[in-house]
């Protein structure tokens, strides 16, 4: 049921100058989702009765993934005033008139900040009363973070910066997490006190909290239960280990659900990615985007999947696939490279060191080794050569080339497209096809062979090769 007594607050304003990076903060991607795409899937799982996002650098790509994310999101400009307390002023002022409830402030780059622990927030706050509600964490090292101090009953005093924190102060390991739950009215009251009276010249929200204990506002603290829940991104290096925390969740969700995942360590799998049970998942492997695979099916080791489907009981080895469809049954790899527009059919397949795109590949039929096909068509049941190569492109255009079903194609066969080959059609090994094949025909091409004698005596004389050729000559058959 949608929470119409809430709303949330999103900061997505900061320049984020420690990524070192042209994409914005915000964007970088963790599990195949920017950072704050995760900001914003909890924010809907809360469905709260409005949504509001304070942004400013790079505006418009950020405001591009979050009405992608949710629609009806309300997008505030952060103005030439700086700081947290600004641009909350700013998101309460977009509000609807008419909303009295309470506003949940959270920034745009802690991914990890689950629906359930915001919930049993906001459960807490109201069942508490209290004026403001903020989450805290306990560290083993707290330096560089605000300090909770409480009072002597346990309750939330003040928050001190590590700058302005006495010796005993410092030593507090329970930090300020960032993320906040005012009742409307006592937020609205106290920003309207907020000044930028400070070494920074900023409005901090903090002052918010201190505030409110100054009015004699009830203010609780609520330590989370993993310090990593509200750990924020600022560098790459905080990315990557972020990256590496949900990495986890995620591969032991789907070991809870029936999947047998070898080497978690080695094992990265997105979001969006699904699993059946009994899908068995081999080290070294990257199951990406949107790939879905079903049941029995073997991926890895060494096999990296984008956007990718697996069918039932396929096994996909030491492979790289990009918007692929994979057929039930079908074999490929190892070494296989295929493209997107691939489709493999149910027990096909797609062997060693074979590159495919935009290729059709019909029910049963196999493209075993060392081969290109590339904008073709074939049909079921067929047998594609070793080396062979679907010649695609004529220095301008691309065309596509037609394999029937039964053939049986040689060697080191080069189809010129646009070509047609027939069902039942055979072609010899090395043949060049550059027309259409009947149905039940052979294609080759007539070049008869041609055997010149002593050639490597006279062209190479004195070479090892020579003097073998000479031996061989002056052997009897008896002898050989």
């Not at 899908?279 to 991926?299: R, S």
């Not at 019909?362 to 060392?370: D, F, N």
Request: aromatic share 4%.
């Amino acid at each position: 049921m949608p929470d119409n007594n809430l709303a949330i607050v999103i900061l997505a304003a900061g320049q984020g100058t420690r990524m070192k990076s042209s994409t914005p903060k915000l964007l970088h991607p963790i599990a195949g989702v920017p950072l704050v795409g995760h900001v914003l899937a909890t924010a809907r799982a809360l469905d709260a009765a409005h949504v509001v996002a304070v942004v400013r650098h790079e505006r418009d790509r950020l405001v591009e993934v979050i009405t992608a994310e949710l629609p009806d999101s309300i997008i505030v400009d952060q103005d030439e005033v700086p700081g947290t307390g600004r641009a909350v002023e700013q998101a309460v002022d977009a509000l609807p008139a008419n909303f009295d409830g309470d506003v949940l402030v959270v920034n745009g780059d802690v991914p990890l900040l689950d629906a359930g622990t915001l919930s049993s927030l906001v459960a807490s706050h109201r069942e508490a009363q209290t004026a403001a509600t903020l989450l805290s964490a306990v560290l083993d090292d707290a330096t560089g973070y605000g300090r909770i101090i409480r009072g002597e009953s346990g309750g939330l005093d003040r928050i001190v910066e590590q700058k302005d924190a006495s010796e005993t102060e410092r030593a507090v390991r329970e930090i300020n997490a960032g993320v906040y739950l005012f009742t409307l009215g006592s937020l609205r009251a106290q920003l309207a006190n907020l000044t930028t009276d400070n070494a920074q010249g900023e409005k901090y929200l903090t002052d918010v909290v201190e505030l409110l204990r100054a009015s004699g506002g009830d203010v609780a603290a609520i330590p989370v239960a993993e310090p990593w829940l509200v750990e924020g991104v600022n560098d790459r290096a905080q990315l990557s280990a972020q990256a590496h925390r949900l990495n986890a969740l995620i591969v032991r969700g789907w070991q809870m659900a029936g999947v047998t995942i070898q080497d978690p360590a080695s094992t990265w799998i997105d979001l969006k990615v699904s699993l059946a049970p009994d899908v068995t998942v081999k080290p070294g492997t990257q199951l990406l985007g949107a790939t879905a695979v079903e049941t029995g099916a073997v991926i890895g080791p060494d096999t990296t999947l984008v956007d990718c489907e697996v069918g039932e009981g396929a096994e996909v080895k030491r492979t790289d696939a990009t918007l692929a469809v994979i057929g039930a049954g079908a074999s490929v790899g190892p070494f296989s490279y295929l493209r997107p527009g691939t489709v493999l059919g149910a027990d096909g397949k797609i062997g060693a060191f074979v590159e495919t795109k935009n290729a059709r590949i019909g029910t049963g039929s196999k493209v075993p080794h060392l081969s290109y096909v590339g904008d073709a068509e074939i049909g079921e049941e067929s047998n594609i050569g070793a080396g062979s190569i679907f010649a695609n492109y004529d220095g301008v255009k691309k065309h596509s080339s037609v394999v029937g079903s039964h053939v049986r194609t040689g060697s080191h066969g080069v189809f010129v497209a646009p070509v047609r080959i027939g069902d039942g059609a055979y072609t010899g090994a090395g043949t060049v096809v550059r027309k259409d094949v009947p149905a039940g025909a052979l294609a080759i091409n007539v070049a008869p062979q041609r055997n010149m004698d002593g050639w490597t005596q006279s062209h190479r004389p004195g070479t090892a090769a020579a003097e073998a050729a000479a031996r061989a000559q002056h052997t009897s058959p008896e002898e050989n």
